[in-house]
């Protein structure tokens, strides 16, 4: 292929990516206001546009005007660094993941696959980028010198790294079983027999355990010690505003995001569904309509069960999945080794 | 109708031959754009390295210098990258910037650790062997390099797999299975070493038994004859604490 058709379809695919992303945060926003509501009996944000349709982009308009507040004793340069690290990395994560299949253009010979980058190791890269986030959030807590800003960060810090463990050792059975790095491979070898190649059918352990994990390490409810309101007025976030209260709500959204994305890619199939060798372009729906169910998942979770207390989440994390999620790679080799033949 | 066929026929001759120049002269200036862009990330990410490692150490704030030890990290991963050594880039990125800093950066925010005062410097004798370390270092990597460019051909390029997951792990449990468990034991050590020492020099012994509301003091704090004599001194309060080294002025104690 002529290799400036290459970079421009590139270019085409990253914006594509980008902005879908974007209102997928913030429709997720939206929906998480909608469905919360519906849960506790309320109606939720239906005014603006029809059923509330537009406000994500009101809400978006009235934090960027308000003032860009800089507490006077911070760290202004870690100050600002925090927001950056953290809606970075969590934007990073996206580009290795496939949206679709490969699919041929119209009335031309090019067939691009969807996805950003090839990358062998996109696996520990998603897990690397994620891994950097930490960052953010434990700055942004202690440049704010304020003590609930601390406590949040330090609690975040604590947490994600407690999680990571489980949640890197959760995905090994995935790569033992398939036996790559590459997320496409790993999409492509469980397409076929009507979803029975799925690796949830495989790794039913490893895939609870991962979910658990995952919300663990996106700071969401019941996990969300680092901005538990009732003790620590917003966390690691309290002295923040405008924009950069919002790079860090954004981040948390694309976060939940990427790590749907994750589950989707790895245990779900990523595109594979009915109808997705005949039309490819399905693929992209499949994939969507997977991490919808997972950002559903999310808001149900937050409208249903009350916060850990934080030892019962760090013992819940190093004393139980942490076993259970080394019980699934030994189950899971053994079994392989029997039955390598 | 001939006329037409003609035409047609000359127009796709122009066209297939305006295909191929297209095509050869993209080609052309992509692979320069390649090695331009490959040129100039080398730059970026080495400059942002070296930037960052200087600035790690001349930093007076802790926390400052651990941030500027991630840039380093970092920009190490994206070199390691370059190299066609996607593995060893995640793994510096998960392991070091990931795991280790977040760590360093956890007790630098637990002790909140102030900006470092400049103080007469102790140590002065080790300012000239420091300058003489760095001006070996320094000829080695001249000698290196020198070294390298004299000679001319190139390194294969397709037999590279230095970098990927599947050598990494074939020679982690084949050829280098006895090493790579003599380190893992000796990670195991360092772990229950670090334990054990946190556990013997601390203030409280392990068979001390802690009443709720006292206090407990190692005797070295109280009697500064018996240094290094840990054994534990209870208190029952923060005034008998003090009295009992020494700072409460008034009341002199007769432990003394």
């Not at chain 1, 601390?150 to 949640?167: F, H, K, T, V, W």
């Not at chain 1, 559903?296 to 916060?307: D, E, K, M, S």
């Not at chain 2, 070493?193 to 070295?220: D, I």
């Given at each position: 292929m002529n290799p400036y058709i290459h970079s421009a379809l590139l270019l085409v695919g990253i914006t594509v990516a980008f902005l879908t992303i974007m209102l997928l945060c913030a429709f997720a926003v939206l929906a998480e206001r909608r469905v919360l509501a519906f849960i506790q009996g309320r109606v939720g944000?239906?005014?603006?546009?029809?059923?509330?349709?537009?406000q994500p982009f009101a809400d978006f308009l009235k934090t960027m005007l308000k003032e860009d507040l800089v507490p006077d004793q911070s760290t202004r340069f870690v100050f600002m660094l925090a927001p950056i690290i953290a809606i970075v990395t969590a934007i990073m994560?996206?580009?290795?993941?496939?949206?679709g299949p490969t699919i041929t253009i119209p009335f031309t010979d090019i067939s691009i696959p969807l996805r950003i980058a090839q990358f062998d190791v996109a696996l520990l890269y998603v897990l690397g980028v994620t891994s950097v986030g930490v960052y953010g959030l434990a700055l942004a807590g202690w440049s704010s010198n304020n003590k609930y800003s601390l406590m949040g960060g330090l609690r975040s810090s604590a947490q994600m790294i407690s999680y990571e463990l489980a949640l890197g050792l959760s995905l090994i059975g995935v790569i033992l079983i398939s036996g790559t790095l590459d997320l496409y491979q790993i999409v492509e070898q469980q397409s076929g027999w009507y979803g029975m190649q799925w690796n949830i059918l495989y790794q039913p352990l490893g895939f609870i355990i991962y979910l658990i994990s995952a919300i663990a390490e996106t700071n969401r409810v019941p996990f969300d010690l680092p901005e538990a309101e009732t003790e620590l007025v917003a966390g690691f976030h309290t002295e923040y505003s405008s924009i950069k209260f919002l790079l860090f709500f954004n981040a948390e959204y694309i976060n939940m995001i990427t790590v749907s994305m994750l589950a989707t890619t790895l245990f779900l199939g990523g595109w594979n569904g009915p109808g997705v060798a005949t039309f490819p372009l399905l693929g992209v729906f499949y994939f969507f309509a997977k991490i919808l169910f997972f950002l559903f998942l999310y808001i149900w979770l937050r409208g249903t069960l009350p916060r850990f207390r934080f030892d019962q989440l760090m013992n819940f994390g190093w004393k139980f999945l942490m076993p259970v999620a080394i019980l699934n790679i030994i189950l899971t080799s053994t079994i392989m080794f029997l039955t390598m033949d | 109708m001939g006329s037409w066929s003609l035409v047609s026929a000359h127009w796709s001759v122009l066209i297939g031959h305006w295909r191929l120049v297209i095509s050869r002269w993209s080609r052309l200036t992509s692979d320069f754009c390649l090695l331009l862009m490959l040129g100039l990330l080398f730059i970026i990410f080495g400059g942002f390295a070296i930037g960052c490692a200087i600035s790690m150490v001349v930093q007076r704030n802790p926390l400052y210098s651990a941030i500027s030890l991630i840039g380093v990290f970092v920009s190490l991963a994206c070199l390691y990258v370059m190299l066609a050594a996607p593995f060893i880039a995640a793994v510096q990125v998960i392991v070091y910037a990931g795991a280790i800093m977040v760590l360093v950066i956890f007790v630098i925010m637990l002790l909140n650790v102030e900006e470092e005062e400049p103080r007469p410097q102790k140590l002065r004798f080790l300012v000239p062997v420091a300058v003489l370390l760095a001006a070996i270092l320094i000829a080695e990597a001249a000698f290196i390099l020198s070294s390298v460019q004299m000679s001319q051909d190139d390194p294969p390029v397709s037999s590279s797999s230095v970098g990927l997951t599947s050598s990494i792990g074939t020679g982690m449990f084949t050829k280098y299975l006895l090493p790579f468990e003599i380190t893992s034991v000796l990670l195991l050590m360092a772990i229950v070493g670090a334990m054990s020492l946190a556990r013997r020099s601390g203030?409280?012994?392990?068979e001390t038994r802690v009443v709720p509301g006292s206090q407990v003091l190692p005797f070295s704090l109280v009697n500064p004859e018996r240094i290094g004599d840990l054994s534990p001194v209870e208190t029952d309060s923060t005034a008998e604490a003090a009295r009992l080294m020494g700072l409460d002025q008034s009341t002199p104690s007769e432990e003394k």
């Amino acid at each position: 292929m002529n290799p400036y058709i290459h970079s421009a379809l590139l270019l085409v695919g990253i914006t594509v990516a980008f902005l879908t992303i974007m209102l997928l945060c913030a429709f997720a926003v939206l929906a998480e206001r909608r469905v919360l509501a519906f849960i506790q009996g309320r109606v939720g944000p239906n005014r603006v546009g029809y059923g509330g349709i537009l406000q994500p982009f009101a809400d978006f308009l009235k934090t960027m005007l308000k003032e860009d507040l800089v507490p006077d004793q911070s760290t202004r340069f870690v100050f600002m660094l925090a927001p950056i690290i953290a809606i970075v990395t969590a934007i990073m994560a996206i580009a290795v993941y496939p949206f679709g299949p490969t699919i041929t253009i119209p009335f031309t010979d090019i067939s691009i696959p969807l996805r950003i980058a090839q990358f062998d190791v996109a696996l520990l890269y998603v897990l690397g980028v994620t891994s950097v986030g930490v960052y953010g959030l434990a700055l942004a807590g202690w440049s704010s010198n304020n003590k609930y800003s601390l406590m949040g960060g330090l609690r975040s810090s604590a947490q994600m790294i407690s999680y990571e463990l489980a949640l890197g050792l959760s995905l090994i059975g995935v790569i033992l079983i398939s036996g790559t790095l590459d997320l496409y491979q790993i999409v492509e070898q469980q397409s076929g027999w009507y979803g029975m190649q799925w690796n949830i059918l495989y790794q039913p352990l490893g895939f609870i355990i991962y979910l658990i994990s995952a919300i663990a390490e996106t700071n969401r409810v019941p996990f969300d010690l680092p901005e538990a309101e009732t003790e620590l007025v917003a966390g690691f976030h309290t002295e923040y505003s405008s924009i950069k209260f919002l790079l860090f709500f954004n981040a948390e959204y694309i976060n939940m995001i990427t790590v749907s994305m994750l589950a989707t890619t790895l245990f779900l199939g990523g595109w594979n569904g009915p109808g997705v060798a005949t039309f490819p372009l399905l693929g992209v729906f499949y994939f969507f309509a997977k991490i919808l169910f997972f950002l559903f998942l999310y808001i149900w979770l937050r409208g249903t069960l009350p916060r850990f207390r934080f030892d019962q989440l760090m013992n819940f994390g190093w004393k139980f999945l942490m076993p259970v999620a080394i019980l699934n790679i030994i189950l899971t080799s053994t079994i392989m080794f029997l039955t390598m033949d | 109708m001939g006329s037409w066929s003609l035409v047609s026929a000359h127009w796709s001759v122009l066209i297939g031959h305006w295909r191929l120049v297209i095509s050869r002269w993209s080609r052309l200036t992509s692979d320069f754009c390649l090695l331009l862009m490959l040129g100039l990330l080398f730059i970026i990410f080495g400059g942002f390295a070296i930037g960052c490692a200087i600035s790690m150490v001349v930093q007076r704030n802790p926390l400052y210098s651990a941030i500027s030890l991630i840039g380093v990290f970092v920009s190490l991963a994206c070199l390691y990258v370059m190299l066609a050594a996607p593995f060893i880039a995640a793994v510096q990125v998960i392991v070091y910037a990931g795991a280790i800093m977040v760590l360093v950066i956890f007790v630098i925010m637990l002790l909140n650790v102030e900006e470092e005062e400049p103080r007469p410097q102790k140590l002065r004798f080790l300012v000239p062997v420091a300058v003489l370390l760095a001006a070996i270092l320094i000829a080695e990597a001249a000698f290196i390099l020198s070294s390298v460019q004299m000679s001319q051909d190139d390194p294969p390029v397709s037999s590279s797999s230095v970098g990927l997951t599947s050598s990494i792990g074939t020679g982690m449990f084949t050829k280098y299975l006895l090493p790579f468990e003599i380190t893992s034991v000796l990670l195991l050590m360092a772990i229950v070493g670090a334990m054990s020492l946190a556990r013997r020099s601390g203030l409280v012994g392990p068979e001390t038994r802690v009443v709720p509301g006292s206090q407990v003091l190692p005797f070295s704090l109280v009697n500064p004859e018996r240094i290094g004599d840990l054994s534990p001194v209870e208190t029952d309060s923060t005034a008998e604490a003090a009295r009992l080294m020494g700072l409460d002025q008034s009341t002199p104690s007769e432990e003394k």
